[in-house]
């Protein structure tokens, strides 16, 4: 598997490895999301003056005008640091961990057609879960919200993901988006990756550690 996914990446600059983590653990970070974004409703509502939106995430980040999203949690860093040595093998590159970054996208939002910034040399899309009991199963009886890539050649390739199931793409250089949704709630961690040694090799997106925002980047 390992061969067979380093090749296609290389190949082609994407691939898709599924059951990245498993069922339950990817469950589990469902949850997790769900409940942090529970905890950051009732602390703007009812306890303002302990909610620190850089350390427990807030909503609208410019890309996604009103879903929630957090920079470098602590607990997805650490799935980000965790992970390091199955990217370098599904890759055949040499990493290091730049920065992890979730949301949870609720009914409606649109991922506009985008690549990213420098440390997200090779980007994660990983799968945590969805709520989709809303959707006609009808009309739509397997549902997954697919997330588009351009490839080198132009074209244009729909990938579906189950919980637990990852996207590694070169995230500067391959446009990804995802059209409108129509579910209820979709949970989803990027984990982002430099080079080591290359052209941006932005260790923790310049951070001194792990879990901490993005402001205490190292000589502020």
Not at 159 to 172: A, R, S
Not at 178 to 201: C, M, P, S, T
Request: negative net charge.
């Amino acid at each position: 598997m390992i061969i067979e996914a380093q090749k296609y990446f290389q190949d082609n600059d994407y691939v898709v490895i599924r059951n990245f983590v498993d069922e339950n653990t990817a469950f589990l970070f469902y949850r997790y999301v769900i409940n942090k974004v529970k905890r950051v409703n009732f602390l703007s509502q009812y306890a303002k003056e302990d909610f620190r939106p850089e350390w427990d995430g807030t909503f609208g980040d410019g890309q996604i005008n009103r879903s929630y999203y957090c920079y470098g949690d602590v607990l997805m860093d650490t799935l980000l640091e965790s992970s390091l040595s199955m990217l370098n093998d599904f890759t055949g590159l040499d990493l290091v961990p730049t920065y992890s970054y979730y949301r949870l996208y609720e009914h409606g939002d649109v991922l506009e057609k985008h690549i990213d910034r420098d440390s997200c040399e090779v980007s994660t899309t990983l799968c945590l879960g969805y709520n989709v009991n809303n959707v006609n199963k009808n009309k739509y009886p397997n549902y997954k919200w697919p997330m588009f890539v351009e490839t080198k050649a132009k074209e244009t390739v729909s990938v579906d993901l189950n919980p637990g199931d990852m996207l590694i793409y070169k995230g500067c250089e391959i446009p990804h988006w995802r059209e409108k949704y129509i579910g209820l709630n979709h949970a989803q961690v990027f984990l982002h990756y430099n080079q080591k040694d290359g052209k941006f090799n932005n260790i923790y997106d310049g951070r001194p550690i792990l879990g901490i925002p993005k402001r205490f980047t190292k000589g502020d």
